[in-house]
């Protein structure tokens, strides 16, 4: 099997350790008998979950939270597709520790609920192992880690163990319990290796399906380049020029636009820009036309950021916005 | 989102699933201390909790709240019947209700020296229950031992008029610890624990800090006459339950009380909201906290020993000799 590439290469070295490792015994029990087989699981699960633990994330945006794991020392984190909800946006990823940094949404597969996430803020993060051999089987005990219902620094992440219980084309389903704010969160084995990433729930109580490495594997290399891959449901592509400001301009006498209406509760509103402002300068264009704005306009779609070095009496400003659907 | 995923290709049998009997049976030795240590507390033929055998002469705890309104306390304990249940004392704060039996040879459980076990230990407490056996549920001890605040704040579970100038109630919530004390609609609230209230936020700012299950004294007007009461609080978010959110409803029958603990050791394991009360076990069979709250799906409280220790010592002595 041809493996893809991942950063930085020392994971890949680790790996191959790890997959010369031999599977805990309990896990070729068809249950658990005596007490010691208990002990094997609760030392394998104890011994490995302060590392797990330290590389599970939440992740925050406008409006909601998920959970994430970190991957690579760089800060790259794996979640899912409908916490992401595109490429390419703006979200916060806490720490255990509540340290909350900057980060950036990469690809994602909208059919499988697959997702990449880096970190922006430069540092060195705390990271776990990929399964990349795929020695889980049916049956394994696993655990899963994340920020149910959000990110509660005096409880930290919650973590559940369980079996997996069905495997199915590109699922995973385990008997370890998931609630909203879980999403994204990792299913790990009892060694620490990374096997899931927590997508949904069933509407039985004890069905939780997360989605295996392959899926994230197949797809590496689009992901990373911040490729928006497959049709939905767990993200809508976006739809280029549906994105709407809610202003009307004129060409001023020197250059730029002056807003001559501005839409209630648009956008633009909300961003405070009034009737009379000058529009400079749009996204890095300087300019002349109210066709100039909406060629810009053209290539975005709702929910992209917009920023406008303005002038009100003289004085600059630059406002950031973000589209509305129109 | 609620989907399932279609085209199952292997399926593990129930049987073998983390709640399945194959699985539970390796726990036979934890079983056997629920079957003798744990009680099954019904309101006539209605289960409404578990319960934690403490003395050998017949001294159980459950959850309050479940038992509250109960007509006809029966309890099981092993495989006799006891149909004689006397409430004894309340801890209103932990929700914690001592109840005592006439029994003289009952096995009490044997308490854990810490609940500062590493997550990931295993736990084991009640499942479901036959006339004549205990079950258990498996799971492990999953983050950390915490406070967890009255949802909502604490509150005495009354709505104000808001058109009124002085603060008269307008509505008393039926659970409320307000319902308690009498209040009624149309009683004007005069003073909190001796200072004078006017606007609903004084309220507010004398009861910020207090805690649920804890008693204010409430003085109040009716008829031209002022008269004292104590009023339980309660968490605000219990009393008023405005929509269920997406999180409850993925959740099924979660604990109608489940805030406002001063200390809580989490726990994942998923029972119904009537399999609350009974004994948290670690994996030598001994007794590390008691089962107080069902939160959601994901998340289950237990009273930590040190703390169930100290509630019981206290609930005990309150006991008229």
Known sequence: MKLPLILPMMAVLTWCGYAQEERLAVNDLKAPETLRDLEEIQKALESSLPKSRSATVCIEMEDGSGSGVIVSADGLVMSAAHVATGVKKKVTVVMEDGTKLKGETLGLVADKDAALIQITDKGVYPFVEIDRAQTTRLGDWVYALGHSGGFDKERGSVVRLGR??????GTFQSDCMLIGGDSGGPLFDLKGNLIGIHSRVGGQLQVNMHVPMTEFLSNWEGMLKAEFIGEGPYAQKPVKGNGFIGLATEPGKKGGLKVTK???KSPAETAGIKVGDLIRICNGVALQSHEQLQEILKELSAGDELTLETERAGKPKTVTLKLGER | MLTLAVGAQQSLDSAYRTTGPEVVAAFETQRLVLQKSSAVINDGRTGLSYGVVISSDGYLLTKASEVAEAKALVATVDQTIYREVRVLAVDAEWDVALLKVAASDLLPVVFAPTSAVPQGSWVVANGATTRTSRRLLAGIVSAK???I??????????????????????EVNPKSGAKEAGLEKGDVILEIEGKKVKKIQDIGELLKDRKAGSLVKLTYRRKGEAKTVEVRLAARGELFTEQMSRNDQMSGDFSPR???????LQHDILG?????GGPLLDLQGRCIGMNIARANRAESFAIPVEDLKEIAARLVAQVPK
């Open chain 1, 164 to 169: 997996l219980v069905r495997i199915s084309d």
């Open chain 1, 262 to 264: 501005v839409g209630s």
């Open chain 2, 145 to 147: 031992i915490r406070e």
């Open chain 2, 149 to 170: 605040p009255a949802a909502g704040g604490a509150a005495l579970g009354v709505i104000i008029n808001g058109k009124s100038k002085v603060l008269e109630i307008d």
């Open chain 2, 258 to 264: 489940r805030s406002g603990f001063p200390r809580v």
């Open chain 2, 272 to 276: 119904n909201r009537s399999v609350i």
